[in-house]
């Protein structure tokens, strides 16, 4: 089985428990790729979308609603898994066919939920960014607290859906999904890279929540997953509305992760230290090291050049630099909780991250022995999701 199959293969059993896959199609998928290549993935995953998306449609024509709203979620699920493989640039026409099939079944599950749900674009510059407010159940239009969730490298606001939206609903929180620039639409078909300072993201995103009549502006949270787990206590360093952040893991940022990683890949500290500037030999010495697997080469030369901007190792280097939580941890003012698996290589560093926030804050590591180890706890999101309205609960309610 390809590693990197099997990790994205594992993402669908995450989204199981709240409608975005079935465990029994899941094994069946991933025995029809079998060793197979790229291509293999894609068709088969693909193929499943498109079957559920054709009963849907039937299933909607007869005027059975909910399975049709269940059957258009799968879709969406599967779709998103599908192009996964082939995500990165030179950017495969699969891939942005694809993502149009999966909003698409995304959007026609919300429209047949109770209440329907749409789509509406929040302002940023001269574009706007596709979000979703899934309201809290049974309190659909009153006043609730309001968990707005940002996604990281390669997810999109379906998978945020499935990851923690149902899970906010049903626990009493508005929801607001959003794709920020790098991501989802504005990426796949705008082409806008994804900026570091991702406090001018969240802002407008704050500024739209505001204005919505159902949501208690004292009580506004932020959550990021995966880059994400950078991206929200970077947001929220400097925009301090925000009564609670998580970050799941806690990520010092890119560039420190290859410093602090330097001695496995080979590196002298001093000359990881001195990144982007190194020389010649550490670089080569480096991209070496991060691209001599398909992981490596998938998520840094497919993936990163891509969303971060940079058509070789240098140049992503040096726009990956500005990510980083150097000399803003104390400027995080609101209550900040850090979770992170104890298997995640992304969640290493979560620890020490914790340290050195300065604000009422709170580590919680999940375990292989709980199914929740591994990256984002893909395996337990229900038990991730408890731990985080619980927790969110205790600080909102003060």
């Known amino acids: 089985m390809n590693p990197l199959h099997d990790e994205f293969g594992s993402f669908a059993l995450g989204f199981v428990p709240y409608g975005g896959a079935d465990v029994g199609q899941v094994e069946a998928l991933m025995k029809q790729v079998g060793d197979g290549d790229d291509d293999a993935f894609y068709e088969a995953w693909r193929g499943a979308g498109d079957r559920l998306f054709e009963q849907a449609k039937e299933a909607e024509g007869k005027g059975h609603a909910q399975s049709a709203r269940e059957s258009y979620l799968r ?4 779709f998103g898994i599908a192009y996964h493989p082939i995500y990165g640039k030179p950017v495969d026409p699969r891939l942005a066919e694809t993502f149009k099939l999966e909003i698409e079944a995304f959007d026609k599950a919300l429209a047949l939920g109770d209440p329907p749900i749409e789509s509406f674009g929040i302002p940023y510059g001269d574009t706007e960014m596709p ?19 940002t996604n990281g490298y390669d997810a999109t606001v379906a998978g945020m859906y499935f990851g923690l939206g149902i899970a906010a609903a049903e626990h009493g929180y508005h929801c607001l999904l959003f794709d920020g620039p790098g991501q989802g639409k504005l990426l796949i078909e705008e082409g806008m890279t994804m900026p570091a300072d991702w406090e001018r993201v969240v802002t407008p995103v704050v500024d739209f929540a505001l204005g919505l009549d159902n949501v208690d ?3 506004i949270a932020l959550t990021g997953w995966s880059l994400g787990g950078y991206l929200a206590p970077r947001a929220a360093s400097a925009e301090h509305r925000l ?38 030999e550490t670089l080569g010495k480096l991209e070496q090291a991060l691209t001599s697997n398909p992981a490596g080469q998938w998520s840094v030369v497919k993936r990163g050049y891509w969303v971060n901007g940079g058509d070789d190792f240098a140049s ?82 003060r």
Request: charged fraction near 25%.
């Open 217 to 219: 502006p004292e009580r």
């Open 316 to 397: 992503w280097l040096k726009a990956v630099a500005p990510y980083t939580m150097e000399g803003r941890y104390e400027s995080i003012q609101c209550p900040t909780l850090i979770t992170y698996g104890e298997n995640d290589p992304l969640g290493q560093g979560a620890p020490a991250f914790y340290e050195k926030l300065r604000c009422e804050k709170r580590l919680v590591k999940f375990t292989a022995d709980q199914g929740a180890g591994d990256h984002c706890e893909m395996l337990n999101r229900p038990l991730l999701n408890r731990v985080v309205f619980d927790w969110l609960d205790g600080v909102l309610d």
């Open 75 to 78: 879709a969406a699920g599967y």
């Open 243 to 280: 009564a609670a952040c998580i970050a799941d893991p806690g990520l010092a940022g890119i560039m420190d992760g290859l410093k602090a990683r330097a001695a496995q890949f080979g590196v002298p500290q001093e000359q990881a230290d001195a990144l982007p500037e190194a020389d010649a």
């Open 131 to 149: 979000g979703y407010l899934i309201p809290a159940k049974g309190n659909p239009d009153g006043k609730a607290p309001l968990l707005i969730s």
